[in-house]
């Protein structure tokens, strides 16, 4: 029989990609859902026959214990978090309970329920804030936001389960990646769709903060699999993912219209900055200070050298093919009407 994986934040982004893959492996796999989420398995559809759920929530102690001991996991993916960073700053302490405590509350279930399973703890980037790029394992962290500040205890729970109680538990610093599953609030996905609402008339504008913030945006479906390659190293260690390469937020903007047959051009500054289309000055992008964060981190860029020599991972897909994904998934929607606007333009 195959391995036993149980995963948190199934229901999300990487939860879908990493289930794909661990299935496709062989695996069992098990996924937690949190009981008060509506219409939280619409991402799983496709493999939702071959999946067993289970309710739980990071917050509640009782049904992490419950699911750990019954499931018996050779592996645990805690993929389980609040994960917006500008929402962090709203509520910082659900922030630190879900991404902070849950880690610990899951820790515990495994050392005292499943003392065997490996742990794959999904850490960030945004642990670096503002140390200088490209940042690796030996960067210093300088947490900017609540979200990080959590991410940052869970990082150091793993450091103490597997040093201290001699687990097997690793943190992947995964740098930003993206999918068609990319949640709404997170800015590729509410840039691709935005532009695809507004060709087709469907929307007037995108509105958006921090034009000048730099990520390094690979596609999910190349992380899921650095993290199991993660838990099957003879001697458990921490990682960075990264593509290495840096991308504006503008410039993702550029690149997504670019792949839409449309030219954007900028004018003025700060708030008062726009992006219009060169083809007939129609104005597609504003900025609202709104979406400005207390704290911005403005440039992360991976370095994933040590990921390449010892787990033979790198980052396959461009940024330009991961535009195309996100686009291509919308063609059902928008389609029919972005064609009528290339022919109009
Ligand atoms: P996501 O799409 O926001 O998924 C988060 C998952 O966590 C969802 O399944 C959500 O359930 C679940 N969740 C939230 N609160 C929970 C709670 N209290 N109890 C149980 N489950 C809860 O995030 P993602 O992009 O897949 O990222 C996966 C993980 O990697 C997260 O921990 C994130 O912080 C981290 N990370 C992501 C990136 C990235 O660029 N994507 C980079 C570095 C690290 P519902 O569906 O019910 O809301
Ligand atoms: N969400 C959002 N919405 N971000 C915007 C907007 C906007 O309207 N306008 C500009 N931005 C900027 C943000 O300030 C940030 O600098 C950048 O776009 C990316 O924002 P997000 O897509 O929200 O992602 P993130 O980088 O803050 O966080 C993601 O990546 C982290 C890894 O670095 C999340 O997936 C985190 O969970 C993950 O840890």
């Given at each position: 029989m195959g391995k036993i994986a149980l995963i948190t934040g199934i229901t999300g982004q990487d939860g879908y990609y990493l289930a794909k893959l661990l299935l496709d492996k062989g695996y069992q796999v098990h996924g937690v859902r949190q009981p008060?989420?509506?219409?939280?398995?619409h991402h799983l559809t496709p493999l939702r026959h071959a999946l067993t759920l289970h309710w739980g929530d990071m917050t509640d102690q009782t049904s992490l214990n419950h699911i750990v001991q019954s499931v018996q996991p050779d592996e645990i993916y805690n993929l389980a978090a609040q994960s917006h960073v500008g929402v962090s700053f709203a509520v910082p302490e659900y922030t630190m309970n879900v991404n902070g405590h849950g880690t610990i509350r899951l820790l515990e279930a495994l050392r005292l329920y499943a003392p065997e399973a490996r742990f794959y703890q999904a850490g960030t980037s945004e642990l670096f804030g503002n140390s200088p790029a490209p940042q690796n394992e030996q960067t210093p962290f300088d947490p900017q936001s609540p979200y990080a500040a959590a991410k940052l205890l869970a990082h150091q729970a793993v450091v103490k389960y597997r040093t201290?109680?001699?687990?097997y538990a690793v943190n992947g610093l995964l740098f930003n990646h993206e999918s068609?599953?990319?949640?709404?609030?997170?800015v590729t996905q509410k840039i691709v769709k935005a532009a695809l609402a507004i060709l087709a008339g469907q929307q007037d504008a995108l509105v958006l903060g921090n034009l000048d913030a730099e990520r390094d945006w690979g596609h999910a479906v190349d992380y899921v699999e650095g993290m199991w390659h993660m838990l099957q190293q003879d001697v458990p260690d921490d990682f960075v993912l990264a593509t290495g390469q840096a991308c504006s937020v503008r410039q993702f903007v550029e690149e997504v219209f670019t792949a839409l047959g449309h030219q954007i051009k900028w004018q003025g500054q700060g708030l008062d900055e726009v992006g219009i289309?060169?083809?007939?000055?129609?104005?597609v992008v504003r900025i609202a200070a709104?979406?400005?964060?207390?704290a911005e981190v403005h440039c992360l860029i991976g370095d994933s050298r040590k990921a390449q020599q010892?787990?033979?991972?790198?980052?396959?897909?461009t940024r330009q093919q991961l535009i195309q994904d996100m686009i291509d998934a919308q063609q059902d929607i928008y389609g029919a009407d972005i064609q009528t606007q290339r022919i109009r333009a």
């Open positions: 008060l989420a509506h219409d939280d398995t201290q109680h001699g687990i068609p599953k990319r949640g709404d609030d997170f289309l060169v083809e007939n000055n129609q104005e709104d979406y400005y964060r207390p010892k787990l033979n991972w790198s980052a396959s897909t």
